[in-house]
């Protein structure tokens, strides 16, 4: 059997031994890859494998190992014994090695290892290493790991929370865009009550919502992330450009300039902001953003672009 992060436990039940490998894997989530896991067989009573991911370094599998053996909550008197090709140290590199606690250790910070060859060493978790005295010799288990049957799968939990954040992150924004709409209608049904009566402030109001409009939209960059939510702006933004074709045939005696520059904004950026914005992405693998924090050193290119590209186009229609 290919001895690569294998790791045999003998004298704990299969319930225990799982509920460890739970906690090791909700502790260590955030350092191992969204795909991660952990293969667990059966090999008779009170005694499971571990086939650990092959991606695991010998860091944390030394981690694993000690884990394992001593975990929190978890009350059982269990041998664990992990065998792995050394990369982490000169010493071990390349070879077969055996990890495991010593019984007699109290400090709980380290790992002891033998190698093939029968040189044993003692690895600390501040990453250092020196020689160890112990009667332990290379044991490598003689099993296949087919022959035992189908594993149980353990995933790590990130891949999950990446979901909950995403979902999370979907809702928050449904909810802005909610808003945004319900904001949305609620001035244009106030300019449409007022178009006639109170013409100006009717004019003024619409314009006053295309620029606001324009402000949610630039601030508002991950709502605009969402393609559902996207298309729900983009339809406000033609509902107003609409609205606003309408106020100008209506009465002739209004300000078209304002009128035409308030409603068509909208519908202009959006029509500049995703284009610009998947050409970004597609450039640096990375969502364009408007924070003031730059993580980037070309979102502010980004964001002059995105300023100045609607705003020529605006002002070409509106002359």
């Given at each position: 059997m290919e001895a690569n992060n294998i790791i045999t436990i003998a004298g704990g039940t299969y319930g225990d031994v799982k509920k460890a490998l739970k906690q090791w894997l909700r502790i260590?989530?955030?350092?191992?890859?969204?795909?991660f896991q952990?293969?667990?067989?059966?090999?008779?009573?009170?005694?499971?494998?571990?086939?650990?991911?092959?991606?695991?370094?010998?860091?944390?599998?030394?981690y694993l190992v000690n884990y394992l053996k001593y975990p929190e909550n978890i009350n059982y008197k269990v041998i664990v014994d992990g065998f792995t090709i050394g990369k982490l140290f000169p010493q071990l590199l390349d070879r077969q090695i055996q990890v495991y606690v010593s019984e007699t250790d109290s400090s709980g910070d380290n790992v002891l290892v033998v190698t093939a060859g029968n040189e044993k060493f003692k690895i600390g978790f501040d990453n250092t290493i020196c020689s160890a005295d112990d009667r332990r010799t290379y044991a490598p288990p003689s099993l296949i790991l087919a022959d035992l049957g189908n594993p149980e799968i353990i995933k790590s939990s990130k891949s999950a929370n990446i979901l909950k954040?995403?979902?999370?992150?979907?809702?928050?924004?449904?909810?802005r865009n909610k808003l945004l709409l319900y904001l949305a209608i609620g001035f244009v049904s106030l300019s449409f009550l007022t178009v006639n009566t109170y013409r100006e402030f009717s004019v003024q109001l619409t314009f006053v919502l295309g620029l606001g409009l324009v402000a949610w939209f630039f601030t508002d960059y991950e709502m605009l992330q969402y393609d559902k939510l996207f298309s729900?702006?983009?339809?406000?933004?033609?509902?107003?450009?609409?609205?606003g074709y309408w106020i100008e045939g209506k009465n002739h005696m209004v300000d078209h300039k304002l009128v035409k520059f308030g409603t068509l904004y909208p519908v202009v950026f959006l029509g500049?902001?995703?284009?610009?914005?998947?050409?970004?992405?597609?450039?640096?693998?990375?969502?364009?953003?408007?924070?003031?924090?730059?993580?980037?050193?070309?979102?502010?290119l980004y964001i002059f672009f995105l300023v100045i590209l609607p705003m020529i186009t605006i002002i070409l229609l509106t002359v």
């Amino acid at each position: 059997m290919e001895a690569n992060n294998i790791i045999t436990i003998a004298g704990g039940t299969y319930g225990d031994v799982k509920k460890a490998l739970k906690q090791w894997l909700r502790i260590y989530s955030n350092d191992l890859p969204e795909d991660f896991q952990l293969q667990m067989f059966k090999n008779g009573q009170r005694q499971q494998i571990i086939k650990a991911d092959d991606r695991l370094d010998n860091e944390k599998f030394f981690y694993l190992v000690n884990y394992l053996k001593y975990p929190e909550n978890i009350n059982y008197k269990v041998i664990v014994d992990g065998f792995t090709i050394g990369k982490l140290f000169p010493q071990l590199l390349d070879r077969q090695i055996q990890v495991y606690v010593s019984e007699t250790d109290s400090s709980g910070d380290n790992v002891l290892v033998v190698t093939a060859g029968n040189e044993k060493f003692k690895i600390g978790f501040d990453n250092t290493i020196c020689s160890a005295d112990d009667r332990r010799t290379y044991a490598p288990p003689s099993l296949i790991l087919a022959d035992l049957g189908n594993p149980e799968i353990i995933k790590s939990s990130k891949s999950a929370n990446i979901l909950k954040q995403k979902k999370n992150g979907f809702e928050a924004a449904a909810s802005r865009n909610k808003l945004l709409l319900y904001l949305a209608i609620g001035f244009v049904s106030l300019s449409f009550l007022t178009v006639n009566t109170y013409r100006e402030f009717s004019v003024q109001l619409t314009f006053v919502l295309g620029l606001g409009l324009v402000a949610w939209f630039f601030t508002d960059y991950e709502m605009l992330q969402y393609d559902k939510l996207f298309s729900y702006c983009l339809l406000a933004a033609i509902g107003l450009a609409v609205y606003g074709y309408w106020i100008e045939g209506k009465n002739h005696m209004v300000d078209h300039k304002l009128v035409k520059f308030g409603t068509l904004y909208p519908v202009v950026f959006l029509g500049t902001q995703k284009p610009l914005r998947l050409i970004f992405l597609r450039l640096f693998s990375a969502e364009p953003t408007t924070e003031k924090h730059f993580t980037a050193f070309w979102q502010p290119l980004y964001i002059f672009f995105l300023v100045i590209l609607p705003m020529i186009t605006i002002i070409l229609l509106t002359v």
